[in-house]
């Protein structure tokens, strides 16, 4: 059988099937309709105003790196007027982010932009390596999630930039959607479905630009585009539910490949039909995969999606052109532990009927529902705990 063709150009041999709709395309143009995509849902949602300075919030994984690159490529293109600068997070864990703080480095000097490093030992006064060796690995992704969501907007706030993008992609944001219906979690969800959301006591906004982008289209970008990323995992363990969600999802997506985007599309419904829509993200967890461990971490992100990974691995030393992606199942996918009890360890949900008001941190002036936010709380937990060791 001759190799298809693209079905967009009609000219070139289809190295591609899309994801989304298995559309089967050449890779300039599955490059090209991929920047479209992105492009029109900055348009659409009027993300950026002229002349704005955005960080991108930088982990060097394949989400944020890709969103760098196509930020930096559609910026030129469109004539945005942006000044792009990485922000990156540095948790503090040795051998993960060591290496993908290197990438970032790296991904710096190929995108021409500047970057700035903020610590969670100068913004917390601990490192997760730290903070593990104290409280152990139980619940420790509730410690580095919640800080890395202050680590962002404060590294901003350093830099004078309101404006923070992050690598959140339809999977991500169709999770979190999941799990805050599984949870009858209405106002979260419908906070978590927002492309911007914002923190009034500090004046950041935040954004989703590749919302809509399936995450499987984001290493085909990346792998065609031959970007340079870090793929790892996190060497402590992701959080159960959201794990349980991701493979629902990936499961989902095999009888049908729209149901990504047809969850959140429900979601943003769903969040025009909840009195609560108005007020941007708090502190809680919305669904922040990107830049953390859920981004970089192929086990999270279904062994399926490791295997894609190492088989256009393997593809880029092949030459030869195919017509569709195929994965050969590799035997060196860490499995994801199964701890199910992990969630009562977090006991963060407020009762969902209740609608949360959204005030300031007494302690940080971070936006939060409770008089102290999450992060000042797990804080003083900590050096509680630092000083009964103490005595
Ligand atoms: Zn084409
Ligand atoms: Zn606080």
């Given at each position: 059988?001759?190799?298809?063709?693209?079905?967009?150009?009609?000219?070139?041999?289809?190295?591609?099937?899309?994801?989304?709709?298995?559309?089967?395309?050449?890779?300039?143009?599955?490059?090209?309709?991929?920047?479209?995509?992105?492009?029109?849902?900055?348009?659409?949602?009027?993300?950026?105003?002229?002349?704005?300075?955005?960080?991108?919030?930088?982990s060097?994984?394949?989400?944020?790196?890709?969103?760098?690159?196509?930020?930096?490529?559609?910026?030129?293109?469109?004539?945005?007027?942006?000044?792009?600068?990485?922000?990156s997070v540095d948790e503090g864990i040795k051998g993960y982010r060591d290496?993908s703080l290197?990438?970032?480095?790296?991904?710096?000097?190929?995108?021409?932009?500047?970057?700035?490093i903020v610590g969670y030992d100068t913004l917390y006064g601990w490192t997760m390596d730290q903070v593990v060796e104290t409280i152990g690995k139980k619940g420790n992704c509730t410690y580095c999630g919640v800080f890395r969501r202050q680590a962002l907007?404060r590294g901003?706030?350093?830099?004078?930039?309101?404006?923070?993008?992050?690598?959140?992609?339809?999977?991500?944001?169709?999770?979190?959607?999941?799990?805050?219906?599984?949870?009858?979690?209405?106002?979260?969800?419908?906070?978590?479905?927002?492309?911007?959301?914002?923190?009034?006591?500090?004046?950041?906004?935040?954004?989703?630009?590749?919302?809509?982008?399936?995450?499987?289209?984001?290493?085909?970008?990346?792998?065609?585009?031959?970007?340079?990323?870090?793929?790892?995992e996190c060497i402590y363990s992701p959080e159960a539910?959201r794990?349980?969600?991701?493979?629902?999802?990936?499961?989902?997506?095999?009888?049908?490949?729209?149901?990504?985007?047809?969850?959140?599309?429900?979601?943003?419904?769903?969040?025009?039909?909840?009195?609560?829509?108005?007020?941007?993200?708090?502190a809680c967890d919305?669904?922040e995969?990107?830049g953390g461990c859920g981004?970089a971490n192929?086990?999270?992100?279904?062994?399926?999606?490791?295997?894609?990974?190492?088989?256009?691995?393997?593809?880029?030393?092949?030459?030869?052109?195919?017509?569709?992606?195929?994965?050969?199942?590799?035997?060196?996918?860490?499995?994801?532990p199964?701890r199910?009890?992990q969630r009562k360890s977090q006991k963060r949900?407020?009762?969902?009927?209740?609608?949360?008001?959204?005030?300031?941190?007494?302690r940080c002036?971070y936006?939060?529902?409770?008089?102290i936010c999450q992060a000042c709380t797990l804080v003083e937990r900590l050096n509680k705990n630092r000083a009964d060791i103490a005595?």
């Amino acid at each position: 059988m001759p190799p298809s063709l693209c079905m967009r150009c009609s000219a070139q041999k289809a190295v591609v099937k899309r994801p989304k709709n298995h559309h089967k395309l050449c890779k300039e143009c599955f490059l090209a309709v991929f920047e479209d995509e992105v492009h029109h849902t900055i348009i659409s949602s009027k993300l950026f105003l002229r002349g704005e300075k955005i960080a991108i919030g930088a982990s060097g994984g394949k989400d944020s790196t890709v969103l760098a690159s196509v930020l930096k490529t559609l910026n030129k293109k469109h004539d945005y007027g942006l000044e792009l600068v990485l922000l990156s997070v540095d948790e503090g864990i040795k051998g993960y982010r060591d290496d993908s703080l290197e990438t970032v480095k790296r991904n710096a000097v190929q995108y021409e932009m500047p970057l700035q490093i903020v610590g969670y030992d100068t913004l917390y006064g601990w490192t997760m390596d730290q903070v593990v060796e104290t409280i152990g690995k139980k619940g420790n992704c509730t410690y580095c999630g919640v800080f890395r969501r202050q680590a962002l907007d404060r590294g901003a706030k350093l830099l004078e930039i309101k404006h923070v993008v992050t690598g959140h992609n339809a999977d991500d944001i169709a999770e979190t959607v999941l799990m805050n219906l599984l949870r009858g979690d209405l106002s979260r969800l419908s906070r978590s479905t927002s492309i911007i959301t914002g923190n009034s006591s500090n004046d950041v906004k935040r954004s989703k630009p590749l919302k809509y982008a399936y995450e499987k289209e984001i290493v085909l970008y990346a792998h065609h585009k031959k970007l340079d990323y870090f793929s790892t995992e996190c060497i402590y363990s992701p959080e159960a539910f959201r794990g349980t969600a991701r493979s629902l999802i990936k499961n989902l997506e095999k009888v049908r490949p729209s149901a990504i985007l047809d969850i959140v599309r429900s979601g943003e419904d769903l969040a025009r039909l909840t009195p609560d829509k108005g007020q941007a993200a708090c502190a809680c967890d919305d669904g922040e995969g990107a830049g953390g461990c859920g981004s970089a971490n192929a086990a999270t992100s279904g062994s399926e999606l490791a295997q894609m990974e190492a088989s256009l691995k393997q593809e880029s030393e092949d030459t030869a052109l195919e017509t569709e992606i195929t994965s050969k199942p590799k035997e060196d996918i860490v499995k994801l532990p199964v701890r199910p009890r992990q969630r009562k360890s977090q006991k963060r949900e407020p009762p969902p009927s209740q609608l949360q008001t959204l005030g300031t941190c007494t302690r940080c002036g971070y936006m939060s529902s409770q008089e102290i936010c999450q992060a000042c709380t797990l804080v003083e937990r900590l050096n509680k705990n630092r000083a009964d060791i103490a005595i």
